[in-house]
């Protein structure tokens, strides 16, 4: 009996010592962090950037000491000095959020994108975009970049709706990286910005399509004057290392110029046109209507740089249409359109990683000699001539010849839009890069060349020569602080104020005088965080 007793106080005693080690142990456990399921419903991601910028080049007008877009020389009052110079430094966040319910089983998506700019100093206590970074800030200046809805009825099939990117490239923009968007189908070049409408598309594993319809602009609602753009786009892969694309485009222009930008206007005949850099079609206080369609096709061979070391891209874009003006009541015949635009990249990677590479891009667009008086253009149409800016040719290599990424407030290349004015255009870049320490440390080294097709009046072909330098260290995943410079020298294109394309060439330079050469220099940090 005192064996049954002493083995039953002993399984006690063990039991009630568990017992307190449990009690201990999940008391030690709920204070302790512990990472917790992800909340698959919201995500959120945002892109960051900080630079400092000094350059000879700036805008003039005390009005546009915010968001200044468009071509170096032209109707935003962006000129050059030699002896002025800018030192200032930009910010940007770009927040994304999503929201994707697990009551639709992953088959709704909501989008909502904002943006928020400014300049260290400029503004606060106020309202408007891209300024509030000044003491005490307090500045209402959030700007609205996308909303839109994703339905995916089926699998591959999507179906966006709202405010969205609106990208001349096959690929859905809201699932594919940048880089691979500035370097498929069109590579921003004709389409490259924000619009409302819906489009559909279809994801398979060798092809794929798009289709989809924009509202640029609506005005009057109970009127005929609006602007709208038509779309399809299908792409396939042919074999292991090639893809091939077809695309086409309309675009129903009723607004008579009506819209747009503040007082600038939008369409084939408005002051934005002085402004971005594109063909303006002096019509006057006229009246008109236009129709005006894009055929084209691209191709990409080791679209993804994983194949071999050879990558091959290009396209070819034909616009044509017409615009017709009112004149005493009547309607007559404005200008035929018909020009077109072409692109050539190889790229040969001679290292280890994507960083180790040789690039050259060459580029042409026809050009027009004689604007409309033969009532006739045949130059290049892009999305600049309704949106500021609605097409970026910014994966060049250039940073002063043609656009570049690297802007938050300030966007003023000199060849802003690929129709250079309409006069047209033939260049290219050459880049080379390495990776000194393999995807860490990066530099680059570049060069850019570019003519005019056409030749201005009291001014010559060349346009500019650029030389470029970068060196980029990569702080970790998507996230980098870099250096880069460059330098143009102009050419005798901007010995010429002619004015018959839009503003005078050279901006406010005496005709026969050639404009200071531009140059930049920039430091940047950047984090995609997600």
């Given amino acids: 009996m005192k064996k049954i007793s002493l083995s039953f106080a002993l399984f006690l005693l063990i039991a009630i010592t568990f017992q307190g080690l449990a009690q201990t142990t999940v008391i030690d456990f709920q204070k302790s962090d512990v990472p917790r399921k992800a909340n698959k419903e ?28 468009g071509r170096l020389f032209g109707r935003n009052t962006s000129t050059t000095s030699d002896t002025n110079r800018t030192y200032y430094v930009e910010q940007r966040l770009i927040p994304f959020f999503i929201y994707q319910p697990n009551l639709f089983n992953g088959k709704a998506v909501l989008r909502a994108s904002f943006e928020i700019d400014w300049t260290w100093g400029d503004a ?26 994703e339905l995916i009825p089926w699998k591959g099939y999507a179906i966006n709706l709202g405010l969205m990117r609106m990208f001349d490239t096959p690929y859905n923009p809201y699932r594919t990286l940048a880089d691979k968007m500035m370097s498929t ?18 994801d398979r594993d060798f092809s794929r399509w798009k289709t989809g319809f924009y509202k640029f602009y609506e005005n009057d609602i109970q009127a005929d004057d609006d602007v709208n753009m038509f779309e399809a786009m299908y792409e396939r892969q042919i074999s292991k290392l090639w893809k091939v694309g077809l695309s086409a485009n309309y675009v129903r222009d009723r607004s008579e110029g009506k819209g747009g930008v503040s007082i600038l206007g939008q369409g084939l005949n408005s002051l934005m046109a002085q402004y971005n850099g594109t063909f303006q079609f002096r ?104 949106g500021s800016p609605g097409a970026i040719f910014v994966s060049s290599g250039a940073y002063i010849l043609f656009p570049h990424a690297n802007v938050v407030n300030r966007y003023t290349p000199a060849v802003a839009d690929i129709s250079n004015m309409g006069y047209g255009l033939a260049g290219g870049t050459l880049v080379l890069s390495k990776g000194i320490i393999p995807h860490r440390l990066i530099a680059k080294a570049g060069s850019g060349l570019a003519f ?57 330079f005496p005709s026969g005088t050639r404009p200071y050469n531009p140059f930049t220099a920039f430091v940047v940090y950047k984090w995609l965080m997600f």
């Fill in 42 to 69: 919201f995500q959120f991601f945002a892109f960051y950037i900080n630079q400092g910028v000094t350059s000879n080049f700036y805008p003039t007008s005390e009005f546009l000491k915010g968001q200044v877009v």
């Fill in 124 to 149: 606060s206590y106020g309202t408007g975009g891209n300024i509030g970074g000044a003491i005490s800030a307090d500045q209402v200046n959030i700007q609205t970049q996308n909303i839109e809805l």
């Fill in 185 to 202: 189908g069109y590579r921003l070049s004709y389409w490259g910005t924000d619009a409302v409408g819906i489009s559909i598309r279809r």
């Fill in 283 to 386: 019509f006057g206080s006229n009246p008109y209507k236009a129709d005006i369609y894009w055929l084209g096709g691209f191709f990409s061979r080791n679209q993804d740089f994983m194949m071999d070391r050879l990558q091959l891209t290009g396209f070819y874009n034909y616009n044509l249409g017409s615009a017709d003006v009112k004149t005493a009541g009547i309607w007559e015949k404005g200008a035929d359109i018909s020009g077109f635009g072409a692109n050539l990249k190889a790229a040969y990677r001679y290292g280890q990683t994507v960083d180790d590479q040789i690039k050259l891009d060459l580029i042409y667009t026809s050009g027009d000699k004689d604007g409309l008086t033969d009532k006739k253009y045949s130059g290049v149409m892009t999305g600049n001539t309704w």
């Fill in 452 to 508: 005019s097709n056409a030749k201005p009046l009291l001014g010559g072909y060349h346009i500019g020569t650029e030389a470029n330098a970068a060196l980029i260290y990569n702080l970790g995943t998507y996230m980098s602080v870099e250096l880069h410079g460059a330098y143009m020298w102009l050419g005798k294109f901007y010995e010429s104020s002619d004015e018959s394309y839009g503003s005078p060439i050279n901006g406010n």
